[in-house]
């Protein structure tokens, strides 16, 4: 099939949605009011609290929820054939996965700027609030664990694509300092500056391999882990404005651009999908994901359909830096639908492999051996990017010779396959790398709030000491995940996590709703919360069971196999308990007519008692 079709559907149902579906919302669900104050103008402090431009604001957001989830998971997906993927991306961003970053931004922003775990505190019930704070923190550094390896993979002994994403950081400085002190508000000539910068560090980087500067920008493993460690405690200490938001906002110009190159380049090409609509491995028995199509294809895509991560940046750094409440449309259910559109064409480019090739990339040799198969153009696509491509799993490498093919297929790109192939490597480091600082920052929140229920003081953000202590416990945690772990024992518990996540924030998105008396709207949070509950549940079940438990009959893979089961087993607890603490909380309004107002519990029938706005109790 000509892929041309789908991306035409997906740009055109991913239009009506965001003009249609997301209005509904912000008028009769969340009823966004400018009239409001946001967070960013009351709480104003110059470090974490920030009015900050819309465009460079969703530059941020988007720049920051768009991980590793939307590109390496459709490509670990393309397993099951081009359809199923597809489907639950175009379908899943626009029901769920929007909708489910936009309500949580509203709620967030109504509470100035609390996390998802304050906000089911109220909204919800103490004990909610409490068990999301562990599930969250837990879950935060298993995603982010999950997010560097990835970085890991595509940058390690890569001298091009670290000296890109090296530059980007002085780069982003001084567009920070040229926006707010040298010329502030002029977001343009910094933009200018910012976009010109990093064009120029891609274009010089392509001479590093072959210069003498190589060995200073070509690190080993461990090198990467320490350096992004680095990076990322750096990034959440630092004020947002210096280099979190203009770095973000410049990787965002990069994603935004690279993706409407693949658009246009998909739309001229117009490639064959190679890889049939399904495959024999829908019924189970694949050799890069063992289980079936239901449900193991709705945590595989753990990201761009729908992301429990993205609700930690709602109510995170977002909300704290949100000029005016109408923002919050664009910037959080426009910036998923972006996502989602990320999904699909790196679907697309995985799917134009044969699948020979496709398989002989992403397994080893020995599992692409016992299939039977012979690769159909696996040498002549190694020779044209100038490496060897055949046993390099994670999804990483066939999503860039993916990207490659479809650039070289432009007239006249023919003779740049390599050049293509290291962009791609770095595109997608960067595209990781970015939602690194944000999440690091995001945890640190989650501690210093948790920290602060023993100690006051900790839960200050402009606290040093409470940054500092607090950031080193985040970063030393996911860390060390990457250091001793792999993409084997990490991105399974990366999948069932997040997307048990996401039905936590829905069902917290749910109870804001029936809190505020908007019964007839709260199909459009439970709904979506009750797909993702009953497809991820059961996934976290077959995990265990399936695939992590036997890990401990071996002596070698027997300490992964108990760490797996026992933190899969504790994050399906914990969400266990916070959805049934919202189904009592939905009983108690619904039934007993009982709202939770102002830290009171109160009788609709009482006289003199207004019922609070979306998200604001």
Known sequence: MNALPLILVALLVMTIAYRYYSAFIAAKVVALNDLRTTPAHELNDGQNYHPTNKWVL????????????????????????????????????????????????????????????????????????????????????????????????????????????????????????????????????????????????????????????????????????????????????????????????????????????????????????????????????????????????????????????????????????????????????????????????????????????????????????????????????????GENISGRPGGAVSLAVGFAQIFSGIPGMKSLMSFWYNFAIMFEALFILTTIDTGTRVARFLVQEFGGRIWKPFEKTDWIPGTILSTSLVVFAWAYFIWTGNISTIWPMFGTANQLLAAVALAVATSAIINTGKVKYAWVTFLPMLFVSISTLTAGWMNIFNNFIPLTHTPSTATQGYINSTLTAIIMICAVIILFESLKRWYSVLVKKQFFVGGKTIQLNETNVSLPEYGCS
């Not at 505190?121 to 004990?127: A, I, Q």
């Not at 493993?221 to 004020?239: Q, T």
């Not at 210096?242 to 990787?251: A, I, N, V």
């Open 58 to 385: 969703f530059g941020h957001h988007f720049a920051a929820i768009s991980g590793a989830g939307p590109l390496i998971g459709p490509v670990l997906a393309t397993q099951f054939g081009y359809l199923p993927g597809f489907l639950w991306l175009l379908i899943g961003v626009c029901l769920a996965g929007a909708v489910h970053d936009f309500v949580i931004l509203a709620a967030s922003i109504r509470r100035k700027g609390k996390s998802l775990a304050e906000i089911a505190r109220n909204e919800v019930s103490p004990l909610a609030g409490a068990i999301a704070s562990v599930a969250i923190l837990i879950i935060v550094v298993i995603a982010l664990a999950g997010l560097g390896l990835a970085v890991v993979n595509a940058l390690r002994e890569s001298s091009w694509g670290t000296f890109t994403i090296a530059m980007t950081i002085p780069i982003a400085l001084f567009v920070g300092l040229w926006m707010y002190k040298i010329r502030p508000g002029k977001i343009a000539e910094a933009s200018l500056i910012g976009v010109l910068g990093t064009l120029l560090a891609v274009y010089f980087g392509s001479y590093i391999p072959d210069s003498f500067l190589a060995p200073y920008f070509t690190f080993s493993r461990e090198g990467i882990i320490i350096s992004i460690a680095l990076y990322g405690f750096i990034a959440s200490v630092l004020p947002v404005w210096l280099l979190l938001c203009p770095r973000d906002y410049l990787s965002s110009y990069m994603k935004i651009g690279t993706i409407a190159a693949l658009i246009l380049g998909v739309v001229i090409v117009a490639p064959e999908l190679q890889m049939p609509a399904v495959t024999e491995f829908i019924h189970g028995g694949g050799p890069i994901i063992p289980g079936k199509m239901f449900p193991f294809v709705f945590i595989t895509i753990a990201c761009g359909a729908i992301s429990g991560f993205h609700s930690l940046v709602s109510s995170g750094t977002t909300p704290k830096m949100l000029n005016k409440e109408t923002d919050a449309r664009m910037i959080g259910y426009g910036a998923m639908l972006m996502e989602g559109l990320v999904g699909i064409i790196a679907l697309i480019a995985s799917s134009s492999l044969f699948p020979a090739d496709y398989f002989a990339i992403n397994l080893s040799p020995e599992k692409f051996a016992a299939l039977g198969i012979s690769p159909v153009h696996l040498q002549e696509l190694a020779s044209e990017v």
